[in-house]
């Protein structure tokens, strides 16, 4: 497909999102939008496929197959082949299972290193694995990013870091960091959060051992929606440390004996969510025929666009810019420190600039390869600028906080 067939392409799936109008999101880090072509899927699935058959959708709409089915979708998405991720759970319990795994391949090693400003999710599971596991088996190291870039891995057992950082937008370099902790014997384990749906982590090229990841960001699978985890096949043969009748090799023969599946199959657990597994296989049909790389210099077209956008503008363009410039260390987003970074990020949602917040100072601004446009980066740009040399956001309306930000 040609450069302009893609650009065709991304209009065409641009077209069909159902953003409310006048509405500029940068939030597609956090939560993707509605597409139409999945509140149409979502519909059917409902209505004609539960609706209709009833429990016969098990076989007839091969429900059962789901986790399957969209690991499969995500698995170009990834730089991974068929079979190699599965689309289940989320994020959070995948790396249960996937840091357990790693510890298990390789004993008797047992300390795990973990960036200190990881996802705080990433640092509670393996915490709580080691608790669960006492300190003859697991325990945790929670390090900077240069003291890591320093380690030697000799004793490590798995290394767990983030493609993308979730404040910063700092973009890790997957691959070096991979060989440096493999040389010495330590598995690694890559959180795909927000590089999935954005970039192509390569993990096959890069000799990834596991990785996890959701759905519900640059993917636009829905709120909440499932998440996947990759592990390679060199690993496949590990233990589910939460092994349910779903990884079982023969899971209709109710066999009070846990035998695990071959192959991928074996990291399932329970009964997956069909309405959300089927809102997030309809969101990856769109990636279909898209290349990872064009989505990746969409990206870095639109970010590039900001970054110029704040510098040209006086009220812009001193701001402290937390996302590297260099494009080979940016994510999708772009997150700027602001020492009242809440109440503006509010003012600029008050005037349809949908940005998020992360304590204790950062607006991030998302910049999704699927739907944003040049033009949504001059008015969030014009907006934050008009809000900082008028001082709106002192007022009081906009210091008010919500359960989520
Ligand atoms: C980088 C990163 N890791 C992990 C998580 C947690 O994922 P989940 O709640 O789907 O388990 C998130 C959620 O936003 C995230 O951004």
């Known amino acids: ?112 290193v973990t960036e200190a400003t990881h996802f705080p999710t990433d640092n509670y599971i393996a915490d709580g694995l080691a608790r669960l596991l006492g300190p003859n088996r697991c325990y945790v190291d929670a390090l900077s990013l240069e003291q890591i870039a320093q380690l030697d891995f000799s004793d490590v057992a798995v290394l767990s870091l983030s493609h993308v950082d979730f404040k910063t937008g700092e973009r890790r370099d997957l691959p070096s960091l991979t060989a440096q902790a493999q040389s010495a014997g330590a598995l690694v384990v890559w959180d795909l959060a927000h590089s999935a749906g954005v970039m192509n982590p390569g993990l096959n090229d890069h000799h990834v051992d596991m990785a996890v990841g959701c759905t519900y960001k640059f993917l636009n699978g829905g709120p909440g929606s499932p998440g996947f985890l990759y592990v390679a096949p060199r690993h496949q043969y590990a233990t589910n440390a939460i092994p349910g009748w779903m990884g079982h090799a023969d899971r209709f023969a109710f066999e009070s004996a846990y035998r695990p599946a071959k192959g991928m199959g074996r990291f399932l657990t329970g009964t997956q969510s069909v309405i959300a597994m089927a809102a997030a296989s309809a969101a990856l049909a769109l990636f279909d025929g898209i290349s990872v790389d064009t989505l990746r210099q969409r990206s870095l077209q639109l970010s590039d666009a900001f970054i110029a956008a704040l510098a040209a503008h006086p009220a812009t363009r001193d701001l402290a810019c937390l996302t590297p410039l260099q494009h080979e260390q940016r994510g999708s987003q772009v997150s700027l420190r602001l020492s009242d970074g809440f109440p503006i990020s509010q003012a600029l949602i008050a005037r349809d600039i949908i940005v998020d917040f992360r304590e204790p100072d950062i607006v991030r601004f998302g910049f999704a390869p699927l739907f944003n446009l040049e033009s949504d980066i001059d008015r969030a740009v014009s907006a934050l600028a008009d809000i900082l040399a008028s001082r709106v956001y002192t007022e009081p309306q906009f210091r008010t906080r919500t359960t989520v930000t």
């Open 1 to 112: 497909m040609t450069v302009a067939d893609q650009a065709r392409l991304l209009a065409d799936i641009r077209a069909g999102f159902d953003i409310p109008p006048g509405k500029v999101y940068l939030d597609g880090n956090s939560l993707g939008p509605l597409h139409g072509s999945v509140k149409a899927h979502v519909l059917a699935v409902v209505g004609e496929q539960w609706g209709t058959d009833l429990i016969a959708g098990w076989n007839t709409h091969q429900w059962i197959d789901l986790p399957v089915v969209v690991g499969d979708q995500l698995a170009p998405l990834l730089g991974a082949q068929p079979g190699e991720v599965l689309c289940c759970d989320n994020l959070s319990i995948n790396l249960f299972k996937a840091l357990a795994a790693a510890l298990e391949i390789n004993a008797p090693r047992r300390r795990i």
